[in-house]
């Protein structure tokens, strides 16, 4: 099985940066790739940015395009989301999500395996 542990939340005022990372064990069930989600209070889970496990390709939900951005290790064993610019709106629990297979699925129902969790609160 694939663990997955988040870390790198906190508070911080808007116009502030973050960074958060997601550390795999189990890095040997491959190939896979990678996603981060949130979910506000009161809402769903929504999806934020993934990479792909080969090329490295990238994709953002509009809402974080220009401020958000996504990266690997060189090891394939960390993920990390560098959240610039952050708005009180960004505030939510950020999960680190894995998936068996190489493409990037923005559907959370098709990821395997899921992080506990990080808080990020953005005051105004």
């Known amino acids: 099985q694939v663990s997955l542990v988040e870390s790198g939340g906190g508070l911080v005022q808007a116009g502030g940066s973050l960074r958060l990372s997601c550390t795999a064990s189990g890095r040997t069930l491959r190939p896979y790739a990678m996603g981060w989600f949130r979910q506000a209070p009161g809402k769903e889970r929504e999806f934020v940015a993934g990479?792909?496990?080969?090329?490295?390709?990238?994709t953002y939900a509009d809402s974080v395009k220009g401020r958000f951005t996504i990266s690997r290790d060189n090891a394939e064993t960390t993920v990390y989301l560098q959240m610039n610019m952050l708005k009180p709106e960004d505030t939510a629990v950020y999960y680190c999500?894995?998936?068996?297979?190489?493409?990037?699925?923005?559907?959370?129902?098709?990821?395997?395996?899921w992080g506990q969790g990080t808080q990020v609160t953005v005051s105004s």
């Open positions: 999500a894995a998936r068996r297979g190489v493409g990037i699925v923005t559907t959370l129902q098709d990821y395997d395996y």
């Open positions: 990479i792909s496990w080969l090329s490295g390709r990238t």
